[in-house]
């Protein structure tokens, strides 16, 4: 297999389109160009033509990492998970047409396919991290915030951060950074509470709602507190 032509993408920076005699193009950066020493009129043996590929892979996982970043933050693992996930199958002509065993992919095959992606995600992730573009513990502190500014607690803020795949080593950094908002916690509770008297009954379930956006019971019990002291005939 020879490299017919090599030119620079008129459309995105750094990208080359490396043009083969079958008129198959790969598209690759431009560090690839450099690392595998391509020019024009390259014969390429099979340990270069598989190189190329899998650089033209890397590019494909790139560009479509860079997308998703674009579209909101994510976490390391977030990311590498919607890279590695596989495609949606593509029906048949007819709805209900299923496709012959013989022509599904070996399971050994599959997982050799599984592999060979996650190995490239990974690369592209860290490259991503190197550049800045992927930072967990940024991630975590704007997860915190996020949910604190929306009345959640420390529990509750927790489990997004684990829903999110954020390293457990980061979240308590992530709750330190939050300003105490007692201010906030009162709210939630007279709000709850809608002007009600402070009985047992009513302050248990302000206790149980407090609880649910996970806050701690010293936190809650701080708030009934609050609420008992303030109201007219409190001590």
Excluded at 55 to 82: F, N, T
Excluded at 96 to 121: C, I, T, W
């Amino acid at each position: 297999m020879k490299i017919e032509k090599l030119e620079p993408s008129k459309h995105r920076q750094g990208r080359w389109l490396v043009w083969l005699e079958d008129a198959s193009l790969i598209r690759v950066g431009e560090g690839d160009v450099v690392s595998l020493g391509l020019y024009a009129g390259m014969e390429l043996t099979d340990s270069d033509a598989a190189a190329l590929t899998a650089a033209g892979e890397r590019s494909k996982l790139m560009e479509r990492a860079v997308g998703l970043l674009a579209l909101r933050p994510m976490s390391r693992k977030e990311l590498l998970d919607k890279l590695c996930a596989p495609p949606r199958p593509k029906r048949g002509k007819y709805p209900y047409e299923r496709l012959d065993e013989e022509d599904l992919p070996s399971r050994e095959l599959l997982e050799a396919q599984r592999d060979a992606v996650r190995e490239q995600a990974e690369a592209v992730v860290g490259r991503l991290a190197v550049l800045g573009l992927l930072n967990d513990g940024e991630y975590a502190s704007t997860v915190a915030r996020h949910y604190a500014a929306k009345g959640y607690g420390p529990r509750k803020i927790r489990d997004e951060l684990y829903r999110r795949g954020i390293p457990r080593e980061l979240w308590e950094d992530a709750l330190d950074g939050l300003e105490p908002d007692e201010s906030r916690l009162d709210k939630l509770a007279r709000q709850k509470l809608r002007g009600a008297e402070p009985t047992r009954e009513n302050l248990k379930k302000v206790s149980d709602y407090l609880a649910r956006r996970g806050y701690g019971w010293e936190e809650i019990s701080a708030a009934l507190d609050r609420i008992r002291r303030d109201w007219p005939d409190g001590d």
